[in-house]
């Protein structure tokens, strides 16, 4: 069965999408059957993997609104041995309305998810920056949730409501859901402000911030246009090393020292 974890903060520019390929990427490399669900209509973590956007048959958008079509037509593997996708496109800003009306709308992605679970060990949802029904679809089908956070001022804007969000969904419709733990992003050691914001949310929160810190690296902000994750674009940068040991932090927390 697998751990299935949502990247999320309504924050736009905090790095949920780098955080969801290059931990999942990590993920994959370190021999564990890992799955990416793009639910973000920009569709950028399929282009972070080398997907096309335009090219899938059937996206997240069809899992949802489509009832009768299994999850598993979906599935594309990637060029990452062990990853595979689930991709998006613009089409899914329509989901957001088709939606509403929908009986039992808030479970649509978990039910899905329910079928191939068993196939993978990591199930990591990218969300959209946003509180809607696509993000409350990916923290009902979620156990636990990684908050990406930048080091940067505001940090912290955003992340009583998505603390709220998370208490709400956990209260009415997934009562296993908690935060996983808060990744730190964007850090520059020559930066005070920085080192500020990192002792800041350490003070504020404790255990569920990990240990592990993303920095600023020009090689993760490259990659993407690559269409590659930042450890098959440059082993040996900061942010690959960065993601391979937010990876290994994780597997340790969930029991799993890979």
Known sequence: MAVIIAIANQKGGVGKTTTSVNLAASLAVADQKTLLVDMD?????????????????YTVYDVLMNSDLGIANAVIETQVPQLDIIPSNSDLIGAEIELVGEEG???????????ISDSYDYIIIDCPPSLGLLTVNALVAAATV????QCEYYAMEGLSRLTQTINLIKKQ?????????IVLTMFDKRNNLSHQVSDEVRQHFKQQVFNTVIPRNVRLSES????????MYDIGSSGAKAYLDLARELMQRNGNHG
């Open 146 to 149: 990684i908050v990406p956070l």
């Open 41 to 57: 209509p920009q569709g950028n973590a399929c282009s972070g993997v080398g997907i096309d956007v335009n090219e899938p048959e």
């Open 224 to 231: 993407p246009s690559y269409g590659m994750p930042v450890l």
């Open 105 to 115: 709308r808030e479970e649509k992605l978990k039910r899905k998810l329910g079928h």
């Open 173 to 181: 419709l997934n009562e296993e859901l908690c935060i996983d733990g």
